[in-house]
């Protein structure tokens, strides 16, 4: 039966439905991230291993497509990505460029988003963080993140998930707003969405410039509920 995409996350980042595309390390620019953001998702840029400047200059290119919200995401791991003293700045840089620029929200993948919690809220911008295990989940809503996108097993690119439920982390939670998500590299098929927001999921985090098909390049808008 058809499943209602529409959770509170929608209401926290503006958008009609809960499916957010993801950054991609530096891949996904400004006219995916616009498009997807148009359709009435929530279009996430990538900007890990640039510059603060290029940071800024993405995310303006970005605002000349689009007056719809839309994230930053950034790598701040620590083992296989931000492993030098010189990385782990550059790193910081790039997160505090995007929350100087009061993007909708941050999206960091893997690593301890603590440092970063308190400027983005400052700022009023959402931070979310991506995590691979339950321990990082558990990391993470320590930290007081507005939202926890666990990775699937099955997720494209960089893969760091684990095995564990989305119960897990409904009983763990988030003290500002109990959301989680999921990632599948699944980019082309609706069916791996309605089954997350029919467990109490609260979004879906989809991988890939073929998002809902490749249609997102002409920007129709998403529908509003997904059969199972």
Do not use: Y
């Not at 400047?53 to 791991?77: C, H, M, Q, Y």
């Not at 995007?98 to 009023?124: C, M, N, S, Y």
């Not at 997720?155 to 959301?179: E, I, K, N, W, Y």
């Amino acid at each position: 039966m058809p499943v209602p995409l529409r959770t509170p996350l929608c209401d926290e980042l503006g958008i009609d439905v809960p499916i957010l595309s993801a950054g991609m390390g530096s891949i996904a620019g400004a006219d995916l991230v616009a498009a997807v953001s148009e359709a009435g998702g929530f279009g996430v840029l990538g900007v890990s291993g640039v510059s603060p400047e290029v940071v800024r200059t993405r995310i303006d290119s970005t605002r000349a497509l689009t007056k719809r919200p839309f994230g930053v995401n950034v790598i701040i791991d620590e083992i296989g990505w931000a492993a030098s003293e010189e990385d782990r700045e550059l790193v910081h840089a790039e997160v505090a460029s995007a929350i100087d620029e009061q993007v909708t929200a941050v999206v960091l993948f893997w690593g301890d988003p603590a440092p970063f919690v308190e400027l983005a809220h400052r700022k009023g911008v959402l931070l979310l963080v991506q995590v691979g295990s339950l321990a990082e989940a558990a990391t993470a809503a320590a930290a007081d993140v507005d939202a926890i996108i666990a990775q699937g097993v099955e997720a494209g690119g960089h893969v760091r998930g684990t095995s564990f439920s989305q119960s897990d982390l409904r009983r763990m939670g988030c003290r500002r707003t109990p959301a989680t998500g999921t990632s599948s590299r699944r980019r082309d098929d609706h069916r791996h969405i309605a089954p997350a927001v029919g467990q109490d999921c609260r979004c879906a985090a989809v991988c890939g410039s073929g998002l809902a098909g490749g249609r997102l390049r002409r920007r129709p808008r998403l529908p509003g509920h997904v059969g199972r």
